[in-house]
């Protein structure tokens, strides 16, 4: 299994350039999974953008799914049939003003833990000062649309932390792969994080592995195999927080942000809508 698994889409705009990155939630097991699901989010997300008739962009040029376990292992899908990119589609006339045309939203995983993150290049109908919300229609049917996807699919990654009172002692490394780790009553679930430390460093072992729970004293790394080991010393598992935060929501923060980094109660930068 390996993983996390790693969607990036490309954006251009002219001058301009941007990515935008998500990863795979427990549901993508496989890069293959993430390929298979991907035209979901980025047909969505490209239906955001701001849509001239007589100028193409800003459009979706690329999309590039990849495993972040493996350096360079990466798929590259161009998002239409044939070569080309894909421009926005929402309302003909409503183009973006990249890099102002710009939404602030905030990622929630529980109650417990957020992040903020940009949606550029979208209709310049939605940025008006007033703050919103302010949002045509169409645009906030696309909006719910992608969110749905990402809601159903998809994480972002974050810092994994050690979680206090979860380390455990490593008596014995083996199994078939020498992946399999024992470790008295564990109490780790298939899928945690694990950080594994204190093991002969010479072998890949020691770092952080997703795991398959075999027993309530065993469980191997997924993706690992370390043919020859030779166990040496005592080592630890320690149960891991964080990695990946499966979106189970997503809020428009503000809508009418025309500058990154700007506070938002400056309207410096934005237009004006007309009475």
């Not at 097991?29 to 991907?38: E, H, N, P, Y």
Request: glycine content about 14%; charged content about 15%.
């Amino acid at each position: 299994m390996a993983g996390p698994f790693r969607m990036t889409m490309f954006f251009r705009d002219h001058a301009y350039g941007w990515s935008e990155s998500h990863w795979g939630n427990a549901a993508i097991g496989s890069v293959g999974d993430l390929k298979a699901i991907g035209p979901q989010l980025w047909k969505a997300r490209a239906a955001l953008l701001g849509f001239d008739p007589g100028d193409p962009d800003p459009q979706l040029v690329y999309v590039r799914y990849s495993d972040d376990s493996i350096k360079g292992d990466s798929l590259i899908e161009t998002p239409i049939a044939g070569g080309g990119a894909i421009a926005g589609k929402i309302t003909a006339g409503d183009p973006a003003e990249v890099p102002y045309s710009v939404i602030l939203l905030r990622g929630e995983s529980t109650s417990l833990y957020h992040k903020m993150f940009y949606l550029s290049g979208v209709p310049d109908s939605v940025i008006v000062d007033p703050p919103g919300p302010i949002q045509p229609p169409a645009f906030s049917k696309a909006l719910t649309a992608y969110f749905t996807v990402l809601k159903a699919f998809f994480a972002w990654k974050g810092k994994a932390k050690g979680v206090p009172g979860q380390i455990k002692a490593i008596t014995g490394i083996g199994g078939a792969g020498d992946n399999v780790i024992s470790c008295p009553a564990h109490g780790f679930v298939t899928g945690a994080l694990v950080l594994i430390q204190g093991c002969n460093p010479k072998y890949p072992v020691t770092g952080y592995h997703a795991i398959t729970v075999l027993t309530p004293d065993s469980f191997s790394l997924n993706g690992v195999t370390a043919p020859g080991y030779v166990y040496i010393n005592a080592g630890t598992a320690t149960l891991q927080v964080g990695g990946l935060f499966p979106y189970t929501n997503i809020v428009v923060r503000g809508e009418t942000h025309r500058n990154r980094g700007r506070p938002f109660p400056f309207v410096r930068g934005r237009r004006k809508v007309k009475a």
